[in-house]
């Protein structure tokens, strides 16, 4: 099969605003640091997941 003549271009990739809360326990202490600051400063996020409903069987009312 021939090469390609061009090389392929991708889109820059922008910085990451929204972070999963299970990617914060992997990042190094001072960029825990400095990301936890950007999100309770507001100007990051952090996803939230919808709560699990319970099952049935332990909601009894006495």
Not at 4 to 14: D, H
Request: hydrophobic share 40%; glycine share 4%; aromatic share 10%.
């Amino acid at each position: 099969m021939p090469r390609k003549k061009e090389n392929e271009e991708f889109v820059e990739t922008g910085a990451k605003d929204i972070w999963n809360p299970f990617a914060l326990q992997s990042l190094a202490p001072e960029r825990f640091g400095s990301v936890a600051a950007l999100i309770l400063s507001g100007k990051h996020n952090l996803l939230s997941f919808a709560n699990r409903r319970t099952p049935r069987s332990t909601l009894r009312s006495f």
